[in-house]
């Protein structure tokens, strides 16, 4: 197993469609580690902060978008992110909305989320193995996490934006299978169900990320309104790529100016309190019946196995 250790790198990325790279950042190198589940989505850049600090980017669909919602190695995503040190993972999603009210270039910090995806990603890094672990997942967002970006994040909006771009908070997001986008009947079931927004990849990415004991806020970008607006065409990918390239850019404006405070906010624990050390107690498997293979394997992501 190639060891790539970057233990300061403390901040991962993970970017969405449209967002396949962060700027005003300086180039360190790139990592390709090969995880117990398999080689990330495309390689992991490492780059600096003005102030030196380190942080890591992923882009979730791979560099060239070539890995489907389903098959994201999101297994792997984030065991390599907490492999190379990262205890706080931001986010990014292109959404449609479910509410009138959030309009096509708003973001969302959502924090619920309804699970429409089909049983056929792998959401748990304990599947296979001999242990069983329910972790707790009834806050699938970091709320510290959260709250503290969600004041910067409107702050930037304002000054880079004016008060053309909303931010939305404590919102859920309805996860599907895709790739298709949601029927008509579909679309209005989940706003009858309370979803706000919908996307197809923050699950299982949220669920692995809590398991590997790392802080996850997502900003969501909304590029269109799904398909229950009756009289208006529902969503097409044309549509979504008219407003892909302008949340871009603006979710890169975003993450340059929040980076450095989330780094600090990592490395004071304030952003990662509520998941820390959550997995200790959640393994209901005791170590006697645990196969030393699998404690090898889950020793990559978690300290409890040593
Ligand atoms: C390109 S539209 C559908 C696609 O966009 C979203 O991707 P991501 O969450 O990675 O920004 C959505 O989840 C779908 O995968
Ligand atoms: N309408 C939609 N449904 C699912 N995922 C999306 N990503 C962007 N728009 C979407």
Redesign the pocket.
């Known amino acids: 197993m190639a060891e790539e250790q970057t233990s300061n790198v403390i901040l991962g990325i993970i970017g969405?469609?449209g967002l396949y790279h962060l700027d005003q950042l300086t180039f360190v190198k790139e990592v390709n580690p090969t995880t117990p589940w398999g080689a990330p989505s495309s390689p992991i850049t490492i780059s600096s902060l003005p102030t030196g600090e380190q942080i890591a980017f992923i882009a979730?669909?791979g560099t060239h978008h070539t890995h489907q919602?389903t098959t994201v190695p999101f297994a792997a995503n984030i065991a390599a992110l907490k492999h190379l040190g990262v205890k706080a993972i931001l986010a990014?999603?292109?959404?449609g909305s479910l509410r009138e009210e959030i309009r096509p270039g708003d973001f969302i910090i959502p924090n619920q989320i309804i699970d429409r995806t089909k049983g056929v990603r792998q959401a748990s890094f304990f599947d296979g193995t001999s242990m069983v672990a329910h972790a707790t997942f009834g806050d699938p967002f970091s709320k510290v996490f959260s709250a503290f970006l969600a004041p910067r994040v409107k702050e930037v909006l304002k000054e880079a934006t004016g008060d053309t771009v909303q931010l939305h908070t404590d919102k859920t997001v309805v996860c599907m299978e895709?790739p298709l986008f949601s029927t008509r009947a579909e679309s209005h079931m989940y706003r009858a169900w309370g979803g706000d927004i919908i996307?197809?990849?923050?699950l299982p990415e949220a669920k692995l990320a809590r398991e590997a004991e790392i802080s996850y806020a997502l900003i969501a970008t909304a590029?269109d309104y799904d398909a229950w607006r009756e009289g208006e065409e529902p969503v097409t990918?044309a549509e979504?790529i008219k407003t892909?390239h302008t949340n871009a850019e603006t979710s890169r404006k975003v993450a340059s100016a929040v980076i450095s405070a989330l780094h600090a906010a990592v490395l004071s624990k304030e952003i990662t309190s509520d998941v820390e050390g959550g997995m200790k107690y959640s393994i209901v498997t005791q170590p006697p019946h645990q196969k030393q293979e699998d404690r090898e394997k889950l020793s990559y992501i978690l300290p409890y196995f040593d």
């Open positions: 969405g469609s979730r669909h919602p990014f999603s292109a959404v895709g996307n197809m990849s923050v590029t990918v979504v892909l």
